[in-house]
């Protein structure tokens, strides 16, 4: 069931994403974040990108958690690559915090592919977000 997301003013998303990013970020990946955040909040009331459970908690459960992992990447890594990257979580989030990384979107569910480019042209991040299913046999 689709459903809407809260408003964020962007200087009260700016203040709290900055205050759960494990180090400063640039106010043009804030800017990122931010048109991130209100095309999921457009397409969120029409496809079900992420559940009411945590609705309350989307910037610390989805973008803090992803912007968690940036201590994680080497510094000289020069691609990521995101499988079933659904509403953008972490692959958009890190772009946006990485633009040094080529950054690599692959979703299975088209309407999520859909979110996914539309999501990254707003946000003008030079992503590959790619309709597939990434199988491994077995």
Known sequence: MAFDLPEIPLAEFA????G???GPLPEKTIAALFAHYEELRRWNRRTNLVGPGTAGEILARHYG???AALPLLPAGARAGLD???GAGFPGLVIAAARPDLEMTLAEARERK???????ARK???????L???????L
């Open 123 to 129: 946000a003008s991040l030079p992503c590959r977000c």
């Open 15 to 18: 203040s709290r994403i900055s």
């Open 131 to 137: 309709n597939a299913r990434v199988r491994v046999p």
């Open 20 to 22: 759960l990013s494990p």
């Open 113 to 119: 592919w859909a979110f996914l480019l539309a999501a």
């Open 65 to 67: 958690e992803s912007l």
């Open 83 to 85: 499988l079933g990257s």
